[in-house]
């Protein structure tokens, strides 16, 4: 395979990570000067003019999302990952996602679904919208996610794959999901309390939908060193995911 030269943004791994536009030519950090002239290749070792060293590589979408700002809570990588595993969303998937909150959900689904596919996805609160907007064109996905800055209960998008919410009152759109899903589409609701995901699953029995399932991910990181144990102080549970299909 041919090698790929560095273009665009790009990840500098040191004692902390940096994410730079290589145009930029140069590029100030707390480690002192880089000059981006300087790179040839991924993997290639700069140093700042004050000695300290970078990797050069080139940045995963959870690499720019790290660097993305957050507003409202966000739905985290190993809940993410859940989605996609249960769903098995794929290139060329059309998805709608609300609320939007910073976007990170509509970003992470969006790397899957493209450059076919698309997210669209609302957000009723205009500085969250314009947050969110900027976090979709910093991670470079403003072709394939499409933010709306409208009440998610207004959406018109139909034929969709998935959809995905995660915004109180949910359970109150079970049945407008319902009708925009294709037959074999996925309705994903994250809750983060136990009332609304017994809501969500009322609904979704209501309405008919196949395969519901709830589900809760408790992802445990390990401090590896001479003693090596759980980190002392991380967080256990986010939220509760459930599934349903649509069928007929
Ligand atoms: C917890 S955040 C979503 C976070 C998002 N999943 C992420 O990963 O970044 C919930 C968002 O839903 C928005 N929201 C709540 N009700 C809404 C509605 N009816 N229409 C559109 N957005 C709504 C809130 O303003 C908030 O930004």
Redesign the pocket.
């Known amino acids: 395979m041919k090698k790929e030269k560095p273009s665009g943004k790009i990840l500098l791994l040191g004692e902390r990570s940096f994410i730079a536009d290589i145009a930029q030519k140069k590029f100030s950090t707390n480690y002192g000067l880089l000059d981006l002239t300087k790179i040839k290749k991924y993997g290639q070792v700069l140093k700042s003019n004050t000695g300290h060293e970078f990797v050069v590589l080139k940045p995963t979408i959870l690499d720019l999302l790290r660097k993305a700002k957050r507003m409202?809570?966000?739905?985290m990588p190993k809940d993410a990952g859940q989605i996609a595993a249960h769903t098995g969303v794929s290139s060329g998937w059309h998805c709608l996602d609300?609320?939007?909150?910073?976007?990170?959900?509509s970003i992470f689904l969006g790397n899957i679904v493209k450059p076919s596919g698309s997210v669209t996805t609302?957000?009723?609160?205009k500085k969250?919208y314009e947050n969110a907007k900027r976090n979709i064109e910093f991670c470079g996905l403003a072709g394939t996610v499409n933010i709306k800055n409208k009440?998610?209960?207004r959406f018109t998008e139909k034929n969709l794959d998935m959809i995905t919410l995660?915004?109180?009152d949910a359970d109150k759109m079970v049945k407008k999901c319902k009708t925009a899903l294709k037959s074999g589409g996925w309705l994903c609701i994250y809750s983060p309390h136990i009332e609304q995901q017994k809501r969500a699953v009322k609904e979704l029995e209501k309405n008919k939908f196949a395969q519901i399932k709830t589900i809760s991910t408790q992802q445990v990181d390990w401090q590896v060193s001479d003693y090596t144990h759980p980190r002392p102080s991380q967080i256990v549970h986010t939220g509760f995911i459930t599934f349903g299909r649509k069928v007929l």
């Open positions: 409202p809570q966000i739905i609300a609320g939007t909150g910073s976007a990170f959900l609302y957000e009723k609160n969250f009440p998610a209960e995660d915004m109180i």
